[in-house]
């Protein structure tokens, strides 16, 4: 049964070290002299393009917390507000929707239920939709007005990793592709960005090499029943899907918080020997989550802190430190997701529980 797996022991260990592939195949094609082209797989004019004043993410699940980097990216490049929900609540909140908002829809498999009947009603209103999907032919790839495959292949462990980390490469295409045609960035900035993209892959590799110290915090944390994940900004939305991938195949409770907010009620939880996983990989608010940090580890906290390669600092206030290769900023949650995959992975192994199927949750959700 190895053989299907690829030799490893489980689907979501090879579809975390699929990754770099992954990845790669999203990006073929798409870089074109060194900048991004859609041009191949929108057919928006630039004129469409243009008209778009608001945009919505609409997602579940692992493809939500996608969305939510998309925000960050798609605001920042062109300066379009953007809106971000979870489908089962985009229907029934009654979102502005007008023929001038583009709704991006984010789906792996294309068949979630509460996605697609979020797309459906969003077209009704005159929106476009354009849809972020893994499967050709699926109900979002043939309805969506345009469609963005990513090119994870086959996704078969319930937990999502390879799908989540190819999403993110299809709305870094996407915001830098709109830059590009809006003029929101001059040519350097998109160029300097894309260069980055395109090393974003064999980053991805060199993380994969070495897990020994992400087992080691996984034994530590296989243990507990409860604990925190922090970060801010970008890193917030990182540890929400972390915290996703360690319940849905740990069974271990955990919440994920914006380190600023800890004050506002979590610092309560924080007792001896809790563990809190605190990502510090955002330089313009790196000195805060410093000091977020300092205050779990004052309260007893056994804290596994992840920053960027160099980082001399953030060792002196944790108890384990990993680091990710440098990155630009916006880009940084493909490579720190990939630490938090593993963490899951190894503490379900630990555990002794069904990595790969998971009680209660299945890969695609079609009912409401
Ligand atoms: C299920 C899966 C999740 C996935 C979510 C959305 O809950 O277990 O891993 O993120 O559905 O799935 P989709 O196929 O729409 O991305």
């Not at 789906?107 to 979630?112: A, H, I, L, M, V």
């Not at 900035?189 to 080691?216: F, G, M, N």
């Not at 056994?302 to 953030?314: I, M, R």
């Not at 529980?353 to 409401?368: F, G, I, Q």
């Amino acid at each position: 049964a190895t053989a299907e797996k690829g030799g490893y022991e489980h689907f979501m260990l090879k579809e975390i070290h699929e990754q770099p592939k992954a990845i790669r195949d999203t990006l073929a094609g798409r870089v074109k002299d060194g900048l991004v082209d859609l041009s191949q797989d929108l057919s928006f004019t630039e004129a469409e393009l243009k008209r778009f004043d608001k945009i919505h993410f609409v997602a579940c699940g692992t493809a939500y917390h996608a969305g939510l980097i998309g925000k960050s990216v798609v605001e920042k490049l062109t300066g379009i507000p953007v809106e971000v929900d979870v489908a089962s609540e985009y229907r029934y909140r009654d979102p502005i929707i007008t023929p001038s908002t583009l709704v991006v829809v984010v789906s792996q498999s294309g068949e979630t239920a509460d996605t697609l009947a979020a797309l459906r009603e969003a077209q009704q209103t005159g929106a476009k939709v354009v849809g972020i999907t893994n499967v050709v032919g699926s109900s979002v790839a043939r309805e969506a007005d345009e469609v963005l495959m990513t090119w994870a292949g086959p996704e078969i462990a319930v937990a999502s990793t390879k799908a989540y980390t190819t999403q993110l490469i299809a709305i870094y295409l996407l915001g830098l592709y709109l830059a590009r045609i809006l003029g929101t960035c001059s040519e350097t900035e998109l160029s300097d960005a894309t260069q980055a993209l395109v090393q974003l892959p064999e980053q991805v590799e060199k993380l994969l090499q070495d897990p020994v110290a992400i087992q080691r915090v996984a034994g530590e944390i296989a243990q507990h029943e409860d604990l925190f994940f922090i970060g801010r900004g970008l890193d917030h939305a990182v540890v929400m899907e972390g915290s996703l991938k360690l319940k849905e195949i740990s069974y271990i409770h955990s919440d994920a918080y914006a380190a600023g907010e800890l004050k506002h009620g979590t610092l309560a939880l924080i007792e001896e020997g809790i563990p809190v996983i605190a990502l510090a990989t955002q330089k313009a608010v790196y000195e805060k989550m410093v000091s977020n940090i300092i205050e779990v580890k004052a309260r007893g906290a056994y804290v596994l802190g992840l920053g960027l390669e160099g980082d001399t600092e953030l060792g002196k206030s944790v108890d384990e430190v990993i680091t990710i290769p440098d990155t630009r900023p916006l880009f940084t949650p493909i490579l720190s997701v990939v630490p938090l995959q593993l963490l899951a992975y190894y503490t379900s192994t630990a555990r002794g529980l069904n990595v790969d199927k998971p009680r209660n949750l299945a890969k695609s959700v079609t009912v409401e």
